[in-house]
C-alpha cells in the first residue's frame, strides 16, 4: 500500500480570479461604487470592501461572482494584459 507521501500530487498555484487592483479598476471603468458591484454579485458590500482593501481573501466563489458581475457590466478581462 502507498504511504500518504506519495498519494499527494503536486499543482500548480493558479493565480487569483481577479486581485484587488483590478476589482477596484474595474469597478471605476464602469462607475459603480462597491455597493453595486455588491448588489450585481450577491454579495455584502464588506466582502468587496474588505478585499479591495487586503483585509480579506474571498473563497473563490465570492471572486468568481464579482469577477462575472463585472464581466457582464461590460468589462473584458484579458490574459496577462495581452488582448490579440
Do not use: Y
Not at 500500500?1 to 500548480?12: D, H, Y
Not at 459603480?32 to 450585481?40: N, V
Amino acid at each position: 500500500m502507498n504511504s500518504p507521501e506519495q498519494l499527494v500530487l503536486p499543482f500548480k498555484q493558479e493565480p487569483p480570479i481577479i486581485t484587488a487592483a483590478q476589482c477596484r479598476a474595474a469597478r471605476a471603468l464602469l462607475n459603480w461604487k462597491q455597493w453595486q458591484l455588491a448588489k450585481h454579485a450577491g454579495l455584502a458590500t464588506s466582502t468587496v470592501a474588505d478585499f479591495e482593501r487586503g483585509v480579506r481573501q474571498p473563497i473563490a466563489d465570492n471572486l468568481t461572482a464579482m469577477r462575472a458581475a463585472l464581466t457582464r457590466g461590460g468589462v473584458v478581462f484579458i490574459p496577462n494584459g495581452v488582448h490579440t
